[in-house]
């Protein structure tokens, strides 16, 4: 039998930081290594708002093809036309106005988490990408591990009956003296000019497990809008600090408890001692994850009757031995491969109409928190010629 060779997807990368990095250097494992065989990846070029330079040794750094091209700016990246589709890995402040760029471009977009700042800006973002033609996703990786896949196929065969009820936290216990966090007050997790805050950076993932088992299984004539009950502590900057939200499904007899805070900790000793991330609780039992929420590795089915027989299943990432690495992002970037493929501009597993409805419970959230963002990043307006895609500081 004539074998198939796989799709090659041809990436360009948008911004040079932590986790442009974490996702290049997934795009450059081998695919076989996870058993995928139907696509693979190419990261054709790099560009930072700054300087060539700084996407050059990025380039370095992650180990690419020393003919992968190195841009000193976003604008030349979303003009290369060997570029398939773009991976925007600018803070959240910047994905409207970069994400923008790229798709206004003709480019196809992962955009990171969190979509954007507000929720007209992730509608106006779907509506170009949707009159361009070209597929746009959010980066919410955990979506596509197979933990997560695993975990909605057994709520959604009633592995634990009626799902009434999910309470899922992320929270990273970065508590420290005279009220501080121990984050500097300019970094990107508590600076607004950078939308900084628990909610955006963090609570996002508690959101993602609340309506990747209570949302997205309903059914589509079902769909149901869900009511926002929201807590904030707000730190000195403005930003949100310590988040929580109760997520209603009234007709759906469900409810959905988002936790996120910089003072506390999910996992108190590095030990998982605190117990789960994630509790998602049928009617006749319970599924268990294991954080972090965004990251998991382990999940844990305990059923009413099962006599205290509880099932208890490791889901390690692979890596790719010969660069010894794998992150847990490559399975997003075969989703994008696949969709690409078939022709497809949204993803099933996230479709636009959810990451929008996140982003709604998000800015009712912070409404109710009196968390505001400047408008330079809240506006959608689109502006290429700004300073948040030309690299003003
Ligand atoms: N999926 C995941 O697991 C994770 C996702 N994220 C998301 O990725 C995004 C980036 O986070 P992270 O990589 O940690 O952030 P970093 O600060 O490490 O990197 C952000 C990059 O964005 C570019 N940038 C452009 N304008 C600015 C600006 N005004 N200030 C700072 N950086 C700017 C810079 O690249 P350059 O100078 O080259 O243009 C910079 O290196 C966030 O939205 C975050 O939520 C973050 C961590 C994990
Ligand atoms: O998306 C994320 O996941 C991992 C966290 O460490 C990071 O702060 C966040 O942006």
């Known amino acids: 039998m004539a074998s198939t060779a796989p799709f090659t997807v041809k990436w360009g990368i948008m911004a040079t930081g932590w986790i442009a990095e974490m ?28 300087a060539k330079d700084r996407a050059a040794s990025f380039l370095e750094k992650v180990g690419a093809a020393s003919t992968t091209k190195a841009y000193g700016s976003y604008h030349e990246l979303v003009a290369d036309p060997d570029v398939d589709i773009v991976y925007v890995a600018t ?17 196809n977009v992962l955009c990171e988490k969190a979509l954007t700042v507000t929720a007209a800006q992730a509608r106006q973002l779907v509506e170009t990408a ?25 709520v959604s065969s009633g592995a634990i ?14 508590d420290a003296p005279e009220g501080k966090v121990d984050f500097d007050d300019s970094h990107r997790m508590i600076n607004v000019d950078l ?11 508690s959101l993602t497990w609340v309506f990747q088992t209570l949302y997205h299984l309903q059914p589509e004539e079902d769909k149901e809008a869900p009511k926002v009950v929201a807590a904030i502590n707000k730190y000195h900057t403005g930003a949100d600090e310590t988040t929580s939200i109760i997520v209603q499904f009234p007709k759906h007899k469900s409810q959905g408890i988002a936790l996120t805070s910089l003072r506390v900790g999910t996992d108190v000793d590095g030990l998982n001692s605190g117990g789960p991330a994630i509790r998602i609780q049928g009617s006749s039992g319970e599924i268990q994850v294991m954080g972090p929420a965004y990251r998991p590795l382990q999940y844990k089915v305990i059923n009413k009757d099962g006599g205290g ?54 800015e009712e959230a912070l409404r109710q928190g009196g968390v505001t963002y ?12 700004g300073a948040l895609n030309t690299g003003k500081r």
Not at 167 to 174: C, E, I, P, T, W
Request: net charge negative.
């Open 23 to 50: 996702f290049t250097k997934d795009l450059l494992t081998n695919p076989v290594t996870r058993g995928v065989h139907d696509v693979r990846h190419q990261v054709v070029a790099a560009a930072s708002s700054t």
């Open 91 to 107: 803070p959240h402040s910047h994905h409207f106005q970069n994400a923008m760029l790229a798709i206004s471009a003709g480019k």
């Open 130 to 154: 949707r009159a361009k033609g070209v597929f746009f996703m959010e980066a919410v990786w955990t979506r596509y591990f197979p933990i997560s896949i695993k975990v909605r196929e057994l």
């Open 161 to 174: 009956g009626n799902v009434y009820r999910v309470v899922a936290d992320l929270s990273v216990g970065r």
């Open 195 to 205: 939308a900084g805050g628990a909610l955006l950076d963090l609570g996002i993932y």
């Open 309 to 362: 027989e509880i099932e208890v299943v490791d889901c390690p990432i692979p890596k790719d031995p010969e660069r010894n690495w794998g992150h847990g992002m490559f399975w997003e970037a075969d989703e994008c491969a696949r969709c690409l493929r078939d022709g497809k501009v949204e993803s099933e597993t996230l479709p636009w109409s959810e990451s929008i409805v996140i982003m709604e419970v998000m």
């Open 374 to 385: 400047p408008e330079l990043i809240t506006s959608d307006v689109y502006d290429a010629q």
